[in-house]
């Protein structure tokens, strides 16, 4: 929130499509993050990355694939491979206390 | 390796009543914690935080939490509770890389907190 911008807010998926979700960030933050929700899961991490052109696995990355070709930029690629991709998905910059997230997709497939 | 535990995923208080919601963490070290609230379709927005100093941390709408180390508690509490404040609420702990000067975040697994007219 406050300079971290989701788009879109909802996205609808034919089974065996990739699909982008876009993260956007004007705050000069260098660690971004992917999160994934699901009802009663609270929030487990996708990929991070900790400045530009680095990036690493979080603890369910399988079926994701994600770029940091610009510090401003952390775009998450939900590919074919992953199995249930229906869920919402936040993206989030890390301060130098806390976290800070953007509003969410919510992905749903068709 | 850090853990959160939240009481109950669903808790109903009355509106005017009480709100307690249970936090409880495991860390190895020193924790920093925090509490989010997260409205239906919306990103997660920070509460309160507690880093170091005083262990009752007030945050915003009027919710306050008490970091107990004894206890390895990070309960959050309001005393009047409003229909607004309907909402899930995350708490977190902080885990420290040093050597890669960064951090990571372990979050509960939410509470549900339903407010009854």
């Known amino acids: 929130d406050g300079g971290i911008t989701q788009s879109p807010k909802y996205l609808f998926r034919k089974e065996g499509q990739n699909v982008t979700l876009s993260c956007e960030q004007n705050l000069n933050h260098d660690a971004m993050y992917w999160y994934r929700q699901d009802p009663g899961q609270g929030l487990r991490l996708i990929y991070y990355s900790q400045i530009v052109n680095d990036f690493q696995k979080g603890d369910i990355a399988e079926g994701y694939s994600v770029s940091r070709e610009k510090k401003e930029s952390f775009p998450l690629t939900v590919t074919s491979a992953q199995k249930n991709p229906t869920a919402f998905y936040l993206c989030a910059i890390k301060a130098n206390t806390e976290a800070f997230f953007g509003q969410g997709t919510r992905l749903t497939v068709v | 390796a850090q853990s959160v535990t939240q009481l109950g995923s669903h808790v109903s208080v009355s509106e005017g009543a009480l709100v307690l919601l249970r936090c409880n963490y495991s860390?190895?070290?020193?924790?920093?914690l925090f509490w989010y609230v997260q409205y239906p379709n919306q990103g997660l927005q920070l509460l309160l935080k507690y880093t170091t100093g005083a262990t009752l941390v007030k945050g915003i709408n009027g919710f306050e939490a008490e970091f107990k180390k004894s206890e390895t508690s990070f309960h959050l509490t309001k005393p009047s509770a409003h229909m607004s404040d309907a909402a899930e609420y995350f708490c977190?702990?902080?885990?420290?890389?040093?050597?890669?000067?960064?951090?990571?975040?372990?979050f509960g697994k939410g509470t549900k907190l339903s407010v009854i007219p």
């Open positions: 977190a702990v902080r885990s420290d890389f040093p050597a890669a000067g960064s951090y990571q975040l372990t």
């Open positions: 860390s190895s070290v020193p924790p920093y």
